[in-house]
C-alpha cells in the first residue's frame, strides 16, 4: 500500500495532466450536479470505454474532467448527469487553477475501471445493502461472490471488494429473535452446509478463515470497504481465530472459558483491544460499536457527522475518499454506528466523526499492500433500516452525500496504475 | 425453593434410585453455593465443590447434571466425558448416558468416536423407539439432521412401522430442504388424521420459499391423490402446491374435485375462482364462476358467482386498457354487462342488486358510452335504495352524467345535495371538486377558486391536487378584459371535450388561439388542442401541435410535457423510434429539471435496445 500512496502522491504532485482536448466535459460535483451518484457510474463508464477521467480533488466539490464525445455527451444526458462543455483554453486553465500550489485541490487521473466484487451471499436476505443500491443506481457492474468462492482463492480476481451486512463471527447477525423465520433457517443451514462442504466443522470456523482470506487479500494489495456490521465482525473474527467467542445458541457449544485472554489484537486491521459480547440475545457483537446516539440526539434532523478535510496535494487517499459537496452528513443507524474511539489503532486514519462524541463514522487505513475503509451505519438514507422494510430508492436521493462517500471508494482503485500484488 | 423441588422431582422420578436420606442439609447449602458460583460464571470454583457433593452422594442425579454442565461450560469435553461413563457404570440401563456422551464427543470434536458411541445405543436396544429417539434428540441438539434422518428412518425399518416419527422426520426434511420428503411424511400423518391438514400447511409454510422446491413436493401428493381419492385434506394440499406454483388450472381441477365430493355446493370452487382471479389467471378464474353457476345455479354461492364474475371480467378489461380500444374490441366489458344483466334476471331480489346495478351503469356511462341506459339504471338505484352507498355513487355517476348531456344545472344539484348529506369522505370531496368545475365551465371563476381553495388541505389526495390546478389555472389565466372571455373559450372547450364534443373543442381552441394568440391561457389552450387531435387520430397535426408549443413557448410548463407527448406519438403511432428518441433527447436537453426526464431516459433506452 506504501508503493501506491508514494505513486498516487507522485501522480497528483508530478504527473503532467491530460493535454487538454479540443473539448472538454466538466462534470460538477458541487450543488449544481443533478445526479451525484450516476455521476460515478458515468465515470466508470467512461473508464471501461477507455476514456481517461481526472478527478480533481476539492474542485467543485469533487468534480471530474473528460474529453468530450457525442457519446458521452449522449450518455450523460441519458443518464441525466449535468455536464459543462470547456474550450480548450478554459479546461487548461481550469487545470491550472486546480494545480495551483495556493488552492488545497489536486489532480487524480483515473485510468483502469475496477474488478468489483460484492461479497454476499445467494440468498435474499430481508435488508438491503447500500453498497448494492448505490452500485446498482449509479449502473457500476459487480459480481457477488461468498465463503465458498472466497476460500477458492477467487479473490485475486478483484480490485475492490465490498462487505456489507455480514457477520464474521458466525453468529447470523446475532438475530436470535428471528431463529424460527424462514430466511433465518435458511440462511444457518446454508452456512452450515457451506461450513462442511470447505471442511469445517462449525459455521464460525469457517467465517474466521473467510475473513483471514480477505485480509491476505487486502495485503497483496486489494481494496477493502466495509460497511455496517461487516466492519467490526470483520476484526473481532481475526482477532478470534483459533478460540470460540460464540455462544450455544449459535454454534451448540459454550464459548471458550478463555475467550476473551486468547484475543490476538494483533491479527485485527482496525481495531484493538475490544471486548466481544458474549450474550447470544444481545444484538451487538463487541463494544467497537458505541451504538446509536444518545436518545435525545438519536432524531434524524439532529443526528449527523462531519467529514475531514486533508490536504489533496499530500493526503490523497484520504481526500479521495471524503470528496463531496457538503462537509457535514446526516447520521444513519445501523448495526453498527459508530466505531468508540477508543479501540481504533492509533495508524488508522479517522475520516469522518460524529462531532462532541468520542465516535468514529469513517475510517481507512493500509494493511500491506493494500488498504480498507470502515463506515459504520447501514444506509445513508434510511435512519433506521429495520428487517423486512423495502429497499431505498436512491431515484429519491441523487445527491446523497452519505452515499457518495460509497462510490468514492469505488473510484479509489481506478486511480492506481496497475496491479501491485506481490 | 427451587432446588428443594428438583429434589422432590428427583425423589418421583423412578429412573434414579436416589432416597431423600442421600442429601443432608449441608449438602443443600453447598450445593446452594455451587449453583450461585455457576450463575456467576465461576466455574473454577463450582467444579470441586460439585465433585466433592457428587463423590459424598454419588446417586445425587443433579450434582451429577450440574458438574456436566460446568465441565461444558468450560469445554472440559474429556473430564465430561469420563464423569459420564462413571454414571454410566453405575446404572441399570446406560443408555441415557451413551446418548450424552455421544454428543460430549461430537462437542469435542471426535465425530468418529461420537457416531460410534450413539449407534452402540441402537444396538443395545434396536426394537425400541425411544432409544430412536433419544438418539435423535442428541444429534438435533448438535444439529447434523442428516444423521438425525437416518437414525430414524433406520428405527422404522428396524421396527417394522413405517409410520413412526412422521412428524420429525417431515421438519428434518423440511429443514434440509428436501420438501419432497417432508410433504410424504405429512401425506401418511394425513393419511390416518385427515383433521391435522391446517398443522401441515402451517409446517410447510415457512419452506416454500421457491418454485423449485415447491415442484418437488407436488409427485407425492399427486401420488397419494391417486392412491386415496376420497381423502380431501389430499386434495387441498394438491391445490394448495398448485396455487403456489401458480398452476391454476390443475388446481382447478382439483377443486373441482373436492367440491363434487364433498358436496360443498360450488363453495369450494368460488372461494377458488376468486383465488384465480386475484392471481391474474382468468380464463381459469371464469371457468371455475361458470361452473358454480351451471352446476349450483340454487346454491348460495351462485349469485355470489355470477357478481364475482362480472368484478372480474372489469379488472381483466382494465388489464387489457380495454377503454382505449374500439367498441368491438372491448370484450370483458362486454361481458361484465352481459354478467351483471344477467344478474338482475336472475337474483332480482339479492342484496348485491344495488352494487351490481351501480356498476351497469357506470359502466353504460363511461365505457359503453350509452347514457340513456346509464341514467335509467343508476336512476334505478337512486330511486330504490335511498341512503345506501351504491345510492350516493349512483348520485355521483348521474351528475357527471348530467354535465356530459349539458344539464349543467341539474349536475350542480346532485352534487350539491351529495355534498350537504355526506359533508365529508372521498365522494364528499369529488363533489365538491365537481361543482368547482362546474362554476369554471359556466365562467364563475370566483366561485370555482373559493371552492377549491376549500379543499386544498388534503394535498396528498388527487382530488386536492386537482383543485390545487383549477385554482392556478384560473388565477394566471384571467383578462385581460373583464370578462375573461379567453379563459370562459377555454373553460368552453373543456367541457365540450368533457362532453365528448371533440370537434367542437377544436374548433374553440382555434377561435381561442386566433383571437388571444398572446393570452396565458393559449400554451393550455394549444396544448389541450395537441391532445384532442390525437384523440381524433389526426397523428400527424397533433405530433405538429405538440412540437409548436417549446417553439412558441419556450418557458411553458407545457414544453416539456408536448415534447414527451411528440415523442410518444413518433415511438407508438408513427412508429419512428429514432425520431422518438431525438424527441426524447431534446426533452433531456431543452428541459433537464423536468419531472418526465427519467421516463424520457427510460424511454431513450427502451428504444437503444438496452436492457433496463
Not at chain 1, 64 to 69: H, I, T, V
Request: aromatic letters at 10%.
Amino acid at each position: 500500500m506504501r508503493a501506491l500512496v508514494t505513486w498516487i502522491t507522485l501522480s497528483v504532485v508530478l504527473s503532467v495532466p491530460r493535454i487538454a482536448s479540443s473539448q472538454d466535459l466538466l462534470v460538477p460535483m458541487d450543488n449544481s450536479q443533478t445526479d451525484h451518484l450516476k455521476a460515478y457510474g458515468i465515470v466508470y463508464w467512461a473508464l471501461e470505454r477507455t476514456v481517461e477521467v481526472d478527478w480533481l480533488l476539492n474542485y467543485r466539490g469533487g468534480s471530474f474532467l473528460m474529453p468530450s464525445s457525442g457519446e458521452v455527451i449522449s450518455e450523460l444526458r441519458v443518464r441525466g448527469v449535468s455536464y459543462e462543455s470547456l474550450s480548450a483554453s478554459a479546461a487548461a486553465r481550469t487545470m491550472a487553477e486546480v494545480q495551483s500550489e495556493d488552492a488545497n485541490t489536486s489532480v487524480v487521473r483515473l485510468e483502469k475501471p475496477p474488478e468489483i466484487a460484492v461479497y454476499a451471499p445467494d440468498q435474499t436476505l430481508p435488508w438491503d445493502d447500500a453498497v448494492l443500491l448505490a452500485l446498482t443506481y449509479a449502473e457500476v457492474p459487480y459480481e457477488m461472490i461468498y465463503d465458498e468462492e472466497v476460500l477458492a482463492g477467487d479473490l485475486g480476481r478483484y480490485d475492490w471488494l465490498h462487505l456489507h451486512h455480514e457477520d464474521f463471527t458466525g453468529q447470523y447477525g446475532k438475530f436470535f429473535n428471528y431463529r424460527s423465520t424462514a430466511w433465518y433457517i435458511e440462511q444457518q443451514r446454508e452456512a452450515e452446509l457451506a461450513a462442511r462442504r470447505a471442511g469445517f466443522r462449525k459455521v464460525p470456523d469457517m467465517k474466521a478463515a473467510v475473513a483471514e482470506e480477505i485480509k491476505a487479500y487486502v495485503g497483496e494489495g486489494g481494496f477493502l470497504f466495509a460497511m455496517c456490521s461487516g466492519t467490526d465482525t470483520f476484526d473481532i473474527a481475526l482477532a478470534a481465530s483459533g478460540t470460540d467467542i460464540v455462544p450455544a445458541e449459535y454454534d451448540n457449544d459454550p464459548i471458550d472459558p478463555d475467550a476473551l485472554s486468547n484475543l490476538d489484537f494483533s491479527k485485527t486491521l482496525a481495531f484493538e483491544n475490544f471486548r466481544p459480547i458474549f450474550n447470544a440475545r444481545e444484538y451487538e457483537h463487541s463494544n467497537i460499536d458505541s451504538g446509536p446516539p444518545p436518545p435525545q440526539l438519536r432524531n434524524p434532523a439532529v443526528d449527523y457527522f462531519t467529514l475531514f478535510e486533508f490536504s489533496a496535494k499530500y493526503d490523497p487517499v484520504p481526500t479521495m475518499l471524503t470528496q463531496n459537496h457538503v462537509a457535514t452528513i446526516k447520521g444513519f443507524i445501523g448495526q453498527t454506528t459508530n466505531f468508540r474511539k477508543s479501540v481504533i489503532k492509533p495508524n488508522v486514519v479517522i475520516l469522518a466523526e460524529a462531532p462532541g462524541r468520542d465516535e468514529v463514522r469513517y475510517l481507512n487505513g493500509t494493511y500491506g499492500q493494500g488498504t480498507f475503509t470502515f463506515y459504520g451505519g447501514h444506509d445513508p438514507e434510511d435512519y433506521q433500516h429495520f428487517v423486512g422494510e423495502e429497499p431505498t430508492d436512491l431515484s429519491l436521493h441523487k445527491h446523497s452525500p452519505g452515499y457518495r462517500l460509497i462510490l468514492n471508494n469505488i473510484l479509489f482503485p481506478a486511480a492506481k496504475k496497475k496491479k501491485q500484488k506481490t | 425453593m427451587r432446588h428443594v423441588l428438583i429434589f422432590i422431582f428427583l425423589l418421583a422420578c423412578p429412573t434414579h434410585s436416589i432416597t431423600a436420606q442421600d442429601v443432608d442439609n449441608s449438602e443443600v447449602e453447598r450445593f446452594q453455593l455451587a449453583e450461585s458460583l455457576l450463575q456467576a460464571g465461576q466455574f473454577d470454583r463450582a467444579i470441586p465443590m460439585l465433585k466433592e457433593l457428587l463423590a459424598s452422594s454419588p446417586g445425587t442425579h443433579v450434582f451429577y447434571e450440574r458438574l456436566r454442565q460446568a465441565y461444558e461450560e468450560v469445554k472440559r469435553y474429556d473430564e465430561a466425558i469420563a464423569l459420564v461413563e462413571d454414571q454410566m457404570s453405575r446404572a441399570s440401563s446406560p443408555e441415557v448416558f451413551l446418548v450424552e456422551k455421544g454428543r460430549l464427543q461430537f462437542l469435542a470434536g471426535m465425530e468418529t468416536n461420537a457416531r460410534a458411541t450413539w449407534d452402540s445405543v441402537l444396538a443395545r436396544q434396536p426394537a425400541s423407539p425411544s432409544v430412536y429417539l433419544m438418539v435423535y434428540r442428541s444429534l438435533l441438539q448438535v444439529r447434523l439432521f442428516d444423521i438425525a434422518i437416518e437414525v430414524l428412518e433406520k428405527g422404522r425399518r428396524k421396527i417394522g412401522n413405517a409410520d413412526l416419527f412422521q412428524t420429525d422426520l417431515a421438519q428434518l426434511y423440511a429443514l434440509t430442504s428436501r420438501l419432497d420428503k417432508a410433504v410424504e411424511e405429512y401425506l401418511g400423518l394425513l393419511e390416518g388424521n385427515p383433521g391435522q391438514l391446517s398443522f401441515v400447511k402451517s409446517r410447510l409454510g415457512p419452506y416454500m420459499t421457491d418454485s423449485s422446491s415447491i415442484q418437488s413436493a407436488v409427485p407425492p401428493v399427486e401420488s397419494a391423490v391417486a392412491r386415496d381419492p376420497l381423502n380431501r385434506s389430499y386434495r387441498e394440499l394438491l391445490s394448495m402446491l398448485y396455487v403456489e406454483l401458480e398452476r391454476y388450472e390443475d388446481a382447478y381441477q382439483v377443486v373441482q374435485a373436492i367440491d363434487r365430493l364433498e358436496k360443498e355446493e360450488g363453495a369450494m370452487l368460488f372461494s377458488f375462482a376468486q383465488t384465480a382471479a386475484d392471481g391474474g389467471a382468468w380464463n381459469v378464474a371464469v371457468n371455475a364462476f361458470e361452473e358454480v353457476l351451471r352446476r349450483y345455479p340454487s346454491s348460495p354461492a351462485s349469485p355470489d358467482a355470477l357478481r364475482g364474475l362480472g368484478v372480474m371480467q372489469e379488472m381483466w378489461a382494465t388489464e387489457l386498457d380495454e377503454r382505449m380500444k374500439p367498441d368491438s374490441s372491448r370484450i370483458h366489458y362486454s361481458a361484465a354487462l352481459a354478467t351483471y344483466e344477467r344478474f338482475m334476471i336472475d337474483y332480482p331480489q339479492h342484496t348485491h342488486v344495488p352494487d351490481v346495478l351501480t356498476r351497469m351503469g357506470r359502466l353504460q356511462q363511461d365505457v359503453l358510452g350509452d347514457l340513456e341506459s346509464a341514467e335509467r339504471i343508476l336512476s334505478e338505484v337512486t330511486a330504490r335504495y335511498p341512503g345506501t352507498r351504491a345510492a350516493d355513487e349512483a348520485a355521483f355517476s348521474l351528475g357527471k352524467l348530467a354535465i356530459m348531456t349539458d344539464r349543467l344545472t341539474d349536475a350542480r344539484i346532485r352534487f350539491t345535495r351529495l355534498v350537504t348529506r355526506l359533508r365529508t369522505g372521498d365522494l364528499a370531496d369529488a363533489s365538491r371538486l365537481e361543482l368547482a368545475q362546474l362554476h369554471f365551465y359556466q365562467g364563475q371563476f370566483d366561485a370555482a377558486v373559493a371552492l377549491a381553495e376549500a379543499m386544498q388541505e388534503n394535498s396528498f389526495s388527487d382530488v386536492s391536487n386537482d383543485a390545487i390546478g383549477l385554482k392556478v389555472l384560473i388565477n394566471e389565466s384571467k383578462g385581460p378584459d373583464s370578462l375573461n372571455t379567453a379563459l370562459r373559450r377555454f373553460a368552453r372547450a373543456e367541457l365540450e371535450r368533457r362532453q365528448r364534443n371533440t370537434d367542437h373543442a377544436v374548433m374553440t381552441l382555434n377561435f381561442l388561439i386566433d383571437e388571444f394568440g398572446d393570452h396565458p391561457i393559449i400554451d393550455n389552450a394549444r396544448f389541450l388542442r395537441a391532445g384532442l387531435l390525437a384523440d381524433l387520430g389526426q397523428t400527424d397535426d397533433a405530433m405538429q401541435a405538440y412540437l409548436e408549443i417549446p417553439l412558441i413557448h419556450p418557458m411553458s410548463f407545457f414544453g416539456d410535457r408536448s415534447l414527451f407527448q411528440a415523442a410518444v406519438l413518433a415511438r407508438d403511432h408513427v412508429g419512428d423510434p429514432d425520431r422518438a428518441i431525438e424527441l426524447f433527447e431534446r426533452l433531456l436537453t431543452d428541459y433537464p429539471r423536468s419531472l418526465l426526464t427519467s421516463d424520457a431516459r427510460m424511454a431513450i433506452r427502451v428504444l437503444r435496445g438496452e436492457q433496463v
